[in-house]
């Protein structure tokens, strides 16, 4: 705009942002909720972004050379739906939806809006998608770019720095992150209120081009967005943009208490009689993916664009990736898992994991992995050593590498994601909203339960399968042994959403053959007979217990029915029926290595609970302390000793 | 030292630190596992720091003007343990027995050490804490410093920088962060290897004093605390240390492939000779707490000290807390709740917390609220009205907040936590942390589930029950009215340990008259008589669709029981199994608004499910969306209209 001198091209944009305020207030006035006036802080950037930067084939979001645009202040939603609403992605009319039930205008932005890449909605957790899209576009040499809106109050959140630091160690240069720094919070100012200073001060220490801006000027705007897209430095770029809350109204402008509020229909006329005579015809006509634009030629004779200088997109290699992904892209599990374990050795189960994935990503070249700088305990170095372009170490950031996770995985990569059980916990917010997103990650936790022994229980994941198990749609696998884990990788990898495999710190005997077939939902009967009394259900390390109880309860005559419930979600519910149904006491006994509540136990409950058979749990019932693994199964009260005198209790 | 001249006085702290040394390695071998040369990069700025700095009456741990001590790179803990050992705190043999089972000398530090005042071992949450005692300092103005020691590899953790902003905006000039720069990780390099820049501009950046030194110099140590504990800016303090790993041993010293390993036997022998002779008699002196040495010339007869200038203690008003604390200091219940609600009106329970917990705090000082900027949401609003001083703003960080709930809550607070549910999740990490620390605190999550409508699922709390209720010894209390709020809000104040308030969004009918009593572990049977066929197991907003349902299903004479499960953990047992006694069908129908696993439902099985009793679960079993609370009710299948489809195909 700045060279054109053109006023009316100045003119054009206002008329724009002005039709996209209009179109947050009439939305949220219509839905009776939603926060019309964060929407309105970031309204003239948005505008500036679709109007001259964005470059996006609207008729196809998934095309992998689209631009990126993450709303990670997902409750500026109106802003979101209108700026694709004028991109021609939907109906103008259809904004009136917004939160209604059925419609795909979400309160806060999910995947059924098909230009919604990641659900956001939980603060500080865009730039981590943003960070990933942004890898993967320098791992296949994509030219896209990713631009996440930010709101100022979630710069408090530990994951947007964590976020920076990833962004910058990896030189994401095509990363553009814009805080829009409206001053005011929900309840109150932000820590830094309009000191834009603080913030650049801090991106700018995490290695981040900063530029700080007024927001609603039109020419600095088109200038940051210019040098942003423009980036010839290694570094990540950010623009801090001062903007004022409710901006365009001046009953709304910089007022306290009108936070996640609307409109009511009165003030809505107040208020679009103050923004004055728009042209509700004016669309954003979207610049093509970046890939496809590579002349510069056709960015000067186009009209619509800026004319401040714009590098040749050939800085980036033509894209090799196809243009359509797929979110579904890992290859059979037939391909990936041999296992040439033998019934006795001894392999610890976390050990597999790296092995196996390794060769998953020889099969399959989507198949990425990613650590919290434990990989020499998780195994998953065994995947960095044989494919190191496909290895993202996330170092001690397990929200960012999550996040990252997720990012690579919006875009057609299966990406398998490790670290202790106890420390995903750290995660647990960003796996939710994976999980929300449709994400497609399959998530390790190694060292889990008591069995770690010494290290003590800041570092036992006890809790792991509840935090999983809660969230709907995953799935849980904890195999015993070596052979089972092979198996049951390929599965997970083929699982499109969230999936999640416990691994263990010691070393287990391989008691299965490498012929055996595991599934999804399956489960294995280790032993039975037509004397059994009643069955255990365990899974992981207490397999072995429960076999060592088994042996010992045979010398007395007593017959229990052992069954390996690997999967631990789903559940085989059909094998614990039949069991139930073959036992003389109608009961089941579960027997695991995680606290009491939300484990196995409660997922065989559940699974029984309609057929009046009893259930008793043995799990981890306190804190647990530091030992060996030998004495703390028996300390938590699931070990062979305490099973064999949980079933003669049982027989009394 | 410096200043002395005396080469005796160093060569004193060097032959410390070469005990300090020593005993890492002795008591990590005898254990066969732990981080030993995690303990000797570390070991000389610990030295120093107890030899001159630390101001601690090693007699009585829980003194209040004790100096804390808190290591955040809780695998240090030999280091930990030895240090408080060569202070009298415990027989050096007894390091000996470190990581053993029923030692207190666990793997990572634990509460049963008594000078442990947090347990850490999941990283990146020690400046929480730190900043939650530096915090206490300033509000009850005690001149007790707290250093906490971290490592460069969870400087990665976002929770570190939500502390370190968290810490500058409240000007915690008492607060001396110490970061042990020894450039490998667990894995590899961190990210930032030794560029000791790279932390000093994000820690300035975060408005930090900052001292970049070298970590094995005892000068530049010595110079470095000085000024610290001298601090007279308004901002935090942190020493950025470079050091190497495995520092003192030639074979060990800054060598990859030695995280997290103890010494063989031989390899012992070979490092002890290394170290050369060491007096095996020295031991630190530790300074008396800052509060009983406020004369300067008490400082300069002594002269274990440094000589470089010290201000005035005086700098500190002297401390008008009690020099001891007690962990439990709510006062009783009954001082607090004298519900004014009557039946009939509508009032939001998350409105009664507010309400209650300004009323708590006029009955106990000891009473803080904390909040993540939604205080208007969560009501912690009408605390911070009445009792400002002891309100804390945590802003859009929940891990951060608690973190500093924690750090007051272990020095005889009780801090009430608020944020909406679903955020909770952001902190899990935290919150199992405080249970392995012994925490007592009281976490409110208000916008429970779906009947929050409109904002669409990221912000509904679905899955907090689970996440609570798997760790042990915690309390879940979900009220469905405001009487129920205000009774049981003071008995989490008095409870001991972690504690969970469930609110809710919507405004619920009063159905409890201000003279029914609320226990932990009770419930209210709302509806039965003697043709009750079978029982429905309500919470929170369920409880109202459990009665719309037993009125519509009264009118054709199908009488259910409903009970009203407030207390979610521990739940009625009792209570349960007379209903299922009384009732026809032996079947309990839970119902809630929570995702399927780790709710009420699985609660109330394990309560009986050595009964033989029917559970059937309805929850919430898929990702919601936007909608009114009562559409989303019902397409969540926990609606009145569900329930009595339920029942009656039961009947069948």
């Known amino acids: 705009m700045k060279n054109e001198g053109s006023e ?21 006035t219509a839905a009776n909720s939603g926060h019309a006036t964060s929407c309105l802080s970031a309204a003239d950037i948005a505008t500036v972004l679709f109007d001259t930067y964005f470059s996006y084939d609207i008729k196809n979001p998934r095309n992998i050379t689209n631009d990126r645009f993450v709303l990670s202040k997902g409750h500026a939603s109106p802003l979101f739906y209108t700026l694709f609403a004028m991109a021609g992605g939907l109906p103008m009319e259809e904004l009136k939806t917004l939160r209604k039930f059925g419609s795909n205008l979400q309160g806060h932005p999910m995947p059924d809006f098909k230009f919604t ?17 942004a890898l993967l576009a320098k791992k296949e040499n994509l030219a896209f770019k990713t631009f996440v809106l930010m709101g100022d109050s979630e710069m408090a959140e530990g994951s947007v720095w964590e976020a920076a630091n990833f962004a910058s160690y990896y030189k994401l240069n095509n990363l553009i992150a814009i805080v829009d720094v409206n001053r005011l919070g929900q309840s109150q100012e932000t820590m830094y209120g309009h000191h834009l200073d603080e913030y650049v001060r801090r991106l700018s220490s995490c290695d981040f081009e900063v530029l700080a801006i007024d927001g609603h000027n039109y020419e600095e705007i088109d200038k940051a967005l210019s040098l942003a897209v423009n980036n010839k430095s290694d570094r990540p770029f950010a623009i801090v943009a001062q903007t004022f809350k409710g901006r365009g109204v001046s009953f709304l402008e910089n007022k306290d208490n009108w936070h996640g509020k609307p409109l009511s229909k009165d003030d809505l006329q107040k208020a679009l009689k103050e923004l004055g005579e728009v042209d509700d015809e004016l669309r954003f006509e979207l610049r093509s993916p970046r890939s496809a634009v590579a002349h510069p030629s056709t960015i000067e004779s186009d009209a619509r664009r800026s004319s401040v200088a714009r590098g040749p997109v050939s800085s980036f290699p033509p894209a090799s990736a196809p243009s359509k992904y797929s979110v579904r892209a890992v290859g059979s599990p037939s391909s990936a898992a041999t296992p040439h374990y033998k019934i006795g050795d001894e392999v610890a189960t976390r050990q597999v994991y790296g092995e196996v994935l390794a060769e998953l990503g020889n099969s399959n070249p989507d198949v990425y992995a990613l650590d919290a700088e434990v990989k020499n305990s998780t195994f998953s170095e065994l995947f960095q050593k044989a494919h190191p372009q496909r290895f993202v170490e996330c170092f001690i950031a397990e929200q960012n590498m999550v996040g990252v996770a997720l990012g690579l995985s919006k875009l057609g990569k299966k990406p398998f994601a490790s670290s202790f059980a106890c420390f995903l916990t750290r995660a647990f917010d960003q796996i939710r909203m994976s999980v929300l997103s449709g994400g497609n990650i399959a998530f390790c936790g190694s060292h889990a339960g008591v069995s ?29 042994d070596a052979v089972t884990t092979a198996k ?24 299965y053959n490498s012929s055996e077939k595991f599934t999804i939902g399956g489960s294995k009967i280790l032993k039975q007979s037509k004397n059994d009394i009643l069955t255990i259900s365990a899974t992981g390390i207490t397999v072995f217990e429960a076999l060592k109880a088994y042996e010992e309860l045979k010398k007395e005559s007593i017959f229990v029915r052992v069954v390996d419930c690997y999967s631990v979600k789903p559940v085989d519910e059909e094998t614990l029926k039949k069991c139930l149904s073959e036992t003389k006491k109608n009961t089941i006994i579960t027997v695991e290595d995680h606290f009491a509540h939300g484990g196995l136990g409660d997922f065989v409950l559940s699974a029984v609970s309609q057929t009046g058979a009893k259930v008793e749990k043995m799990a981890v019932e306190q804190i647990m302390r530091s030992g060996t693994g030998d004495e703390l199964l028996d300390a938590a009260g699931i070990s062979s000793r305490n099973i064999i005198a949980k079933v003669k209790s049982l027989l009394k």
């Open 452 to 480: 770690i022994g010494e290290d003590g229980p800041s570092q036992m994941g006890l809790e792991d399968i509840a935090m999983f198990g809660a969230l709907p749609g995953t799935i849980i696998m904890q195999p015993a």
């Open 8 to 28: 009316k091209a100045l003119q054009q944009v206002q008329d724009k942002a002005k039709l996209v305020r209009k179109w947050c207030l009439v939305s949220t």
């Open 117 to 133: 890449d990641v659900a956001t909605g939980s603060l500080g957790q865009g730039l981590s998608a943003g960070a990933g899209f």
């Open 488 to 511: 049951v990788l390929p599965l997970l990898a083929d699982y499109n959403g969230i999936s999640y495999l416990r691994t263990l710190r010691p070393k287990t005997k391989v008691i």
